[in-house]
Nanobody, 119 residues
Framework: QVQLVESGGGLVQAGDSLRLSCAAS????????MAWFRRAPGKEREFVAS????????SYATSVKGRFTISKDNAKNTVYLQMNSLKPEDTAVYYC????????????WGQGTQVTVSS
C-alpha cells in the first residue's frame, strides 16, 4: 500500500524559503511520477510541480517557475519541494501525489502540510 507523508510546512514571511519533504513507501517507484499540488483557501487544488522518478525530468506551474525546485533522493525514497522567494499567494495546503507513468491521473495522495506566508 502506497503511503505518502509530507512534512516541512510552517509559517514564514514573504521572501523566505521553505523545503517540503514527501516520504514515499509501500512499493518501488521507479515507474512513477511524483508531484506537488496545493489548495489555497477558497480555491481549487492546483498543480505545482512534478518529477519523474526514473529520468528526473521535471515540470512546473508557471506561477512557481524560477522560485520552486522539485527534486528526489532515491536512496531515501523522498521527494522535496524547495520553495524560495515565497509570496503570500503561496499560502496553501501542499499535497504530495504519485501516479504510475502509464496512468493519467494522480491516485496516491498524502495528507497535506500547511504553508502560510505572511506579508
Amino acid at each position: 500500500q502506497v503511503q505518502l507523508v509530507e512534512s516541512g510546512g510552517g509559517l514564514v514571511q514573504a521572501g523566505d524559503s521553505l523545503r517540503l519533504s514527501c516520504a514515499a513507501s509501500g512499493r518501488t517507484f521507479s515507474n512513477y511520477r511524483m508531484a506537488w499540488f496545493r489548495r489555497a483557501p477558497g480555491k481549487e487544488r492546483e498543480f505545482v510541480a512534478s518529477i519523474s522518478w526514473s529520468s528526473g525530468s521535471t515540470s512546473y506551474a508557471t506561477s512557481v517557475k524560477g522560485r520552486f525546485t522539485i527534486s528526489k533522493d532515491n536512496a531515501k525514497n523522498t521527494v522535496y519541494l524547495q520553495m524560495n522567494s515565497l509570496k503570500p499567494e503561496d499560502t496553501a495546503v501542499y499535497y504530495c501525489a504519485a501516479r504510475a507513468i502509464i496512468q493519467s491521473n494522480y491516485i496516491h495522495w498524502g495528507q497535506g502540510t500547511q504553508v502560510t506566508v505572511s506579508s
